[in-house]
């Protein structure tokens, strides 16, 4: 089948499209604080542990410093889920009466065990150092950072399900659950589960490692920023070869379950026999069904995707043209999440021959090129879900349900008014959210000198409570 | 006075995503028709909501900018407000369904009797609002917070009385409801609370009653919504779809009521020892962020 149907075209900007365009950009917003906040919380977690375990103060105001910028991501990012909890009813109507009695569930558990947790220790947790003891403030902090978790638990969950779906049957036209432990424990679930949360930790080393290595930059040598960067880089060293392995297992089990998606990745027309090369570069172009100006590297891509020298990967040919993802979105930015994974793989490794050389802290270059990753784990990261969710389309839940059956019966106007509105709001606030979290990263970690001048501890005490008097004064 | 809801802040906001959320997975039929009913009112909504939500945020980090900050706050709260009050006006009124979807016009959600109703909610939030600070605050501001809570409940009470009548004279299955048979003997109890509460609040700002207008204050809500079900019950999208149509099927449900009857309480608990972290009076010099 030589199909040249215009669902393969570019989008053009009816209701529908209109709708996709505004979930896309609202949940690109969204996905960034929690990001943020999974990766941050459990940092502040392990400080605060570290500060009740040894007893150093520089902890504790990393402690501070940290939760502050924890704490605008947090808001930005229950705000900007707000919209996301009702954008499923208001544009994707469709959507949500044949995959709610699923999905619904899944979200409302996120919310019963997850942010209710989070939210309600974190009042404890911001404001409560003077009201209850260490030991309990300890544990506020580490409830916040399981509820987090569990968060991420259950959106993957949800989300894992439209891509792989299991343990349903479909009674009246609805999603009907046969087994929740199926449904939940779908085939790409723990592969994204892994790969989301490592994901989220990376975004937050390499935002407190960036910050570390401003203020090096700028002079400053304290124990705070010291510390930030180097616990930064360590935790980034463990993890950076750890996403690449899991995002590796990740691959391997889309080309089981979502084999058209993996050749949209690729670039990948034909079923190639006896090895399939990667396509390095080129521009996949949906008309002519090929990949233009295409460098190849021959058996590679048989070797990444099969782990075998001359392994089969079925080419998009294989599918109907209307089942088949757009591949020139997914095969560029897979390939820059693919790419940033290289050059932070690239940027622990040089942190770890620096370290050994004792120049960890002086070598300027090194620096420079940690403040310009500083959001590499941010973008890396969005790359990754609009690979994955572009590679879903055209469907919603994956061969069962589909886009262009999931919108709401609302009118161009209407979604493109909303579009506009949501659009101009997001980048007044959540832009002036970004530049506060920068402003306050800028101001770097107040620093105490505790051996120099031991003040009366009420006084001391003070100051660790108001921390924000002296980074906004 | 934003000190005062500051730590138990994020919670309330999780109760707006429970409410989204909820609705979606035990009514999914509801959440995906009412919805887009109501979809210019509920866009602004979400617009005030990040307005509100971000000014709680941000405003103490701003230095020049603070007041263009109390503003959003201020802006986007009334907003979010209104534009409830307005979906639950269109609600009242009912909303065109045929084979589980919206049915009906981009703009029927607007007419005089949902503006009306948004403005009622305005009202009624500002009353909460007033009894809440009378708790949480000393002085000056409590003694002006005491000095308006008698004339807001009279407004409050007046809102209620209109939307009543309006409601009544508009919808004739309603009135039907309240008035047919023997029902209104039933639930006669609804308006008369409602005018013992008013009564209550009254005395308790004569006393000085720190406590008992807030309480007596979100007992009013309590029985507006009780009022509102009874109207509508057994529909939950009036005139058309009842509450037994539109819930998703038992085996969702029953997961749903497993998950809440084992989370629930624990959610209690711990919202509870955080309020009771929290408890007593905000004051001017207290530690905090805002």
């Known amino acids: ?473 | 006075m934003l000190n005062t809801v500051a730590p138990v802040w994020d919670g309330n906001e999780t109760f707006m995503v429970l409410g989204g959320a909820a609705l979606y997975g035990a009514f999914p039929v509801v959440y995906s028709t009412l919805l887009p009913a109501n979809y210019m009112p509920l866009v602004l909504m979400l617009a005030g909501l990040i307005f509100r939500g971000a000014a709680f945020e941000l405003r103490s980090k701003a230095t020049r900018t603070q007041h263009l900050w109390d503003l959003a706050f201020i802006g986007g709260s009334a907003l979010a407000t209104f534009c409830q009050g307005v979906v639950l006006g269109s609600l009242l009124q009912g909303i065109h369904i045929v084979d589980d979807k919206f049915a009906g016009a981009p703009f029927d959600w607007l007419s005089p009797f949902s503006i009306f109703c948004g403005l009622g909610l305005l009202v009624t939030y500002a009353t909460l609002g007033c009894g809440w600070l009378i708790i949480k605050t000393e002085g000056e501001l409590q003694k002006a917070m005491y000095s308006l809570m008698k004339p807001i409940t009279g407004v409050l009470l007046l809102v209620i009385l209109a939307i009543s009548i309006w409601t009544v004279l508009g919808q004739p299955a309603i009135a039907q409801r309240w008035f047919g048979g023997h029902n209104l003997i039933w639930f006669a109890p609804v308006p008369v609370l409602v005018l013992a509460s008013a009564w209550g609040i009254f005395r308790a700002v004569n006393k000085q009653h720190e406590h008992v207008p807030f309480r007596l204050g979100l007992f009013m809500l309590f029985l507006g919504y009780s009022g509102f079900i009874i109207s509508i019950w057994p529909n939950i999208i009036p005139p058309s779809l009842t509450i037994w149509q539109a819930a998703a099927n038992p085996k969702s449900q029953l997961f749903i009521l497993v998950g809440t009857a084992i989370v629930l309480p624990i959610i209690l608990v711990y919202s509870y020892l955080q309020y009771h972290v929290f408890r007593g009076k905000v004051r001017e010099n207290d530690p905090g962020y805002h």
């Open chain 1, 1 to 473: 089948m030589r199909g040249r149907l215009s669902s393969t075209a570019m989008p053009i900007l009816d209701a529908l499209h209109l709708a996709r365009l505004q979930f896309a950009f609202t949940v690109s917003f969204h996905i960034v604080f929690p990001a943020i906040s999974i990766g941050m919380a459990a940092f502040l977690a392990v400080l605060e542990g570290l500060w009740l375990k040894t007893g150093k103060d520089y902890y504790k105001d990393m402690f501070l410093f940290w939760s502050k910028i924890f704490a605008v991501g947090f808001g930005m990012g229950v705000v900007s889920g707000v919209v996301m909890s009702y954008e499923f009813g208001t544009n994707w109507g469709g959507f949500s009466t044949f995959a709610g009695p699923i999905t619904g569930v899944l979200l409302t558990y996120e919310v019963l065990t997850a942010f209710f947790l989070e939210a309600g220790f974190l009042g404890v947790m911001l404001f409560g150092w003077d009201k209850v003891g260490r030991r309990a403030h300890f544990f506020a902090t580490v409830m916040v950072a399981v509820g987090t978790l569990i968060s991420t638990f259950w959106i993957l969950a949800s989300n894992s399900f439209m891509q792989t779906p299991q343990g349903y049957s479909i009674v009246d036209g609805k999603l009907y659950p046969q087994d929740w432990l199926k449904i939940i424990f779908n085939p790409s679930f723990p592969y994204r589960l892994a790969h989301m949360t490592i994901a989220a930790f990376i975004v937050a080393g390499f935002l407190v490692a960036a910050t570390g290595a401003y203020h090096l930059l700028k002079g400053r040598r304290d124990e705070p920023v010291k510390r930030s960067f180097s616990m930064a880089l360590w935790m980034l060293l463990l993890l950076t070869p750890l996403q690449i392995v899991v995002g590796d297992a990740h691959g391997l089990n889309t080309r089981q379950y979502q084999p058209a998606k993996i050749a949209a990745i690729e670039g990948l027309w034909e079923t190639e026999h006896g090895g399939t090369a990667l396509n390095l570069v080129g521009l996949p172009d949906m008309q002519a069904e090929q990949t233009k100006y295409a460098i190849q590297i021959p058996h590679l891509g048989s070797l990444i995707l099969t782990h075998s020298w001359d392994g089969e990967i079925k080419g998009l040919k294989e599918f109907p043209a209307q089942d088949r993802p757009y591949s020139p979105i997914v095969f560029w930015t897979f390939r820059i999440m693919a790419g940033l994974g290289m050059l932070m793989l690239l940027l622990v490794l040089l942190g770890v021959l620096l370290r050994k050389g004792g120049k960890l802290y002086e070598a300027r270059w090194f620096q420079r090129f940690v403040v310009l990753m500083g959001p590499s784990g941010i973008i890396a990261l969005l790359a990754g879900w609009i690979t994955t969710e572009v590679g879903r389309q055209p469907w919603t839940v994956y061969g069962v349900f589909r886009t262009s059956q999931s919108a709401s019966p609302l009118d161009a106007q209407q979604v493109g008014v909303s579009l506009l509105i949501f659009v101009v709001v997001y980048f007044l606030v959540f832009g002036t959210g970004v530049y506060y979290m920068l402003k306050l990263m800028g101001k770097g970690p107040t620093h105490v000198d505790h051996h120099a001048a031991h003040p009366h501890p009420a006084l001391e005490n003070r100051a660790m409570f108001r921390p924000q008097d002296a980074i906004d004064g």
